[in-house]
């Protein structure tokens, strides 16, 4: 029966950029819950690939290349492979999971990443990111981020140069779909999904939504989320399956409440 499935009756929005929440917002509605996709952020393509197809083709210069992201990895390894590969000597690595199984399904084994947090910092915190004076390492990103991996990479001795492998923009204009949707919970993936948000919303709206209940992976997005004034934030482990665990003990504890 549907009314007996773990998110049955509530609606939930997912907040990805649409080309990787289909598989996410597929398993929420088969849980029973109704999914309202709102892409915060849009990926697209760099209209000049010039920067990135030079590193591409003397890759063979440097000693380790990080890749920020899945997109980062599929338009990175893209131009890569049209300047011949990635040279045998080089060291690869990642800050999450989603993007060592990207490399992967390119060819790319033995990748450096964090098991248990997805962050710069867990990533930095490994024990080959330590002894890397003299070392050249590219870091392959979107056109914006942190810059405590390679601030802290060029501390510790390392020559760090930036690869911008595409944009981000955010694609929404109107907020009204979220405003209507009567939601239980809405999930962010980053604070810059966070902030495109908050300047779609009149005082009004952030008023209305900030009593939602928010899902996000890391505590970085809860202090940013925190800052705007939103009052119940839960954390949940990264990818997929730690939102979707996450949300279902929430709602079962939500439904536990409403029993009593």
């Known amino acids: 029966m549907a009314e007996n499935l773990p998110l049955a009756g509530l609606h939930i929005a997912v907040t990805r950029p649409r080309e990787q929440a289909a598989q996410l917002a597929h398993t929420i509605e088969k849980l029973g819950a109704t999914c309202i996709q709102f892409p915060l952020l849009k990926i697209a393509p760099l209209a000049d690939t010039q920067g990135m197809h030079a590193v591409a ?3 063979h210069e440097f000693q380790l290349a990080i890749f920020i992201s899945p997109n980062a990895v599929r ?15 080089l060291q690869v690595a990642t800050v999450g999971l989603s993007s060592a199984k990207v490399l992967h399904d390119f060819g790319v084994n033995n990748v450096i990443a964090p098991q248990l947090k997805f ?9 080959e990111l330590q002894n890397v004076r003299g070392l050249r390492v590219a870091i392959f990103r979107g056109d914006s981020g942190r810059e405590l991996l390679g601030d802290t990479l060029t501390s510790r001795g390392a020559y760090v140069e930036y ?3 595409y944009h981000r923009v955010n694609p929404q204009h109107d907020a009204n779909k979220l405003l209507k ?4 919970a809405l999930c962010v993936s980053s ?8 300047t779609l919303l009149e005082p009004a ?11 996000v992976s890391h505590e970085r997005i809860a202090a940013a989320a925190h800052k705007l004034g939103w009052e119940k934030i839960v954390i949940v482990a990264g990818g997929d399956d730690g939102l ?11 439904t536990a409440l409403q029993k009593r």
């Open 181 to 184: 949707a009567k939601l239980d």
């Open 163 to 165: 690869v911008t492998c």
């Open 119 to 127: 962050d710069s910092e867990s990533l930095l915190a490994l024990a």
């Open 205 to 215: 709206g952030k008023q209305q939504l900030s009593i939602v209940p928010l899902f």
């Open 244 to 254: 979707l665990s996450g949300l279902v003990t929430w709602a079962a504890h939500r």
């Open 75 to 89: 338009y990175g390894m893209e131009a890569i492979l049209s300047r011949g590969g990635l040279p045998a000597s």
């Open 57 to 59: 083709a003397r890759l």
């Open 191 to 198: 604070s810059e999904a966070m902030n495109n948000l908050w």
